[in-house]
């Protein structure tokens, strides 16, 4: 629950709430309020969904510097947690791919980044051409 600057109109009702959350305690509930002070009520509610989300999907980001094989992990564990199938954005695999890819010691990194980009984006053009591109880099002509 959020609130910001609305005044007593408002705050003194969502304070009343959230005392009554706090003194309830459900096992099943998650919760968290936070006071936007600085935020009018048009905009505190953008702070109050990320907020939100985050609260609500707080494992979601994949560990910084991650492996081929930890994104695979992460992306497999979040879709057991949520019972959907979730990938990663293939843009994000992709962006990561070309910054190993800076780094002549991470080539073979940055390949089975973009491998994997196909994998989950096989009808991506892109994907195929950002493997292509590391190979080509790698003076690979015709990939294994």
Do not use: C
């Not at 005044?7 to 936007?36: E, M, W």
């Not at 390949?111 to 980009?117: R, W």
């Amino acid at each position: 629950m959020n609130d910001g600057s609305e005044g007593g109109l408002f705050h003194k009702p969502v304070l009343q709430v959230d005392s009554i959350i706090r003194q309830r305690k459900s096992a099943n509930l998650t919760y968290k309020y936070i006071s936007f002070p600085d935020e009018t009520h048009g905009s505190e509610p953008v702070k109050a969904i990320y907020n939100e989300l985050r609260l609500i999907y707080p494992d979601w980001e994949e560990p910084s510097d991650s492996t081929e094989e930890m994104i695979k992990k992460h992306f497999e564990k979040l879709s057991d947690t949520y019972g959907y199938k979730i990938l990663p954005l293939e843009a994000i695999i992709n962006f990561t791919g070309y910054n190993l890819m800076n780094n002549p010691a991470k080539l073979n990194d940055a390949i089975a980044m973009f491998k994997l980009n196909v994998e989950y984006y096989p009808k991506s053009d892109n994907a195929y051409d950002s493997l292509g591109d590391a190979y080509a880099k790698k003076g690979i002509r015709t990939p294994q």
